[in-house]
């Protein structure tokens, strides 16, 4: 989860300019927050798209800004917006370069899969019918998962002797690309703040001057 917040200086700057404005600070700091949140999204799932074989669209459509769940939604009593995903990862058969199965079972040739740069064999890997999708999902017997030391990656509530294999999911992967984002969103949210400034403004002219205090 990411979290889009005002600073100090950018709460009183707003006040400031807007004071003759009734909630007019806080209505131009919570469309700037949306907006830079929605730009979040576009943006998470493009970078993260460089980083695992996904398409930005896939990837953005599994992340939640303010225009998917209200909760995230910057408002007049809560100057934030957030940017979330489930902490759960990509069912492996998206990550599919080989043949897509007609049938349940271990096919005649390995899975293969391309989940970064480099496409892998799933040497042990089977195919297992979805309960929902009517589609087919990559299994490993947990025996194999275990004998090559990945017992982190057996669900410890099934009763199954095999494993659907998952690959990383956009949730898990916010931390490798925020650094990288973190400058460019603080400076969109100044120009989105800004701009929703000088909008109200413009709506609501000032009895004198231009609203910034200046003669």
């Not at 943006?43 to 769940?69: H, Y």
């Not at 480099?118 to 990559?138: D, E």
């Amino acid at each position: 989860m990411i979290e889009v917040e005002v600073n100090e200086q950018q709460l009183n700057e707003v006040r400031e300019r807007l004071a003759y404005i009734k909630n007019g600070a806080t209505k131009a700091l919570y469309r700037g927050l949306n907006k830079t949140a929605s730009r979040a999204r576009t943006r998470f799932s493009q970078e993260i798209a460089k980083q695992v074989n996904l398409s930005s669209s896939k990837i953005k459509s599994k992340l939640d800004g303010p225009a998917q769940l209200f909760n995230n939604r910057a408002n007049s009593n809560q100057l934030r917006a957030i940017l979330s995903s489930k902490k759960t990862g990509t069912r492996m058969e998206n990550f599919l370069t080989s043949l897509f199965p007609f049938r349940a079972g271990r096919p005649s040739d390995p899975i293969v899969v391309k989940v970064k740069k480099t496409p892998v064999k799933i040497l042990s890997g089977f195919w297992v019918p979805a309960k929902n999708s009517g589609g087919y999902l990559i299994a490993v017997r947990n025996e194999v998962l275990r004998s090559q030391g990945m017992k982190n990656a057996i669900n410890p509530n099934s009763r199954l002797p095999y494993t659907v294999l998952y690959g990383p999911g956009p949730g898990q992967m916010f931390e490798s690309v925020t650094t990288d984002l973190g400058t460019e969103l603080s400076e969109y949210l100044q120009k989105a703040i800004d701009a929703e400034t000088s909008w109200l403004i413009q709506k609501n002219p000032p009895p004198a001057g231009d609203g910034t205090g200046e003669d």
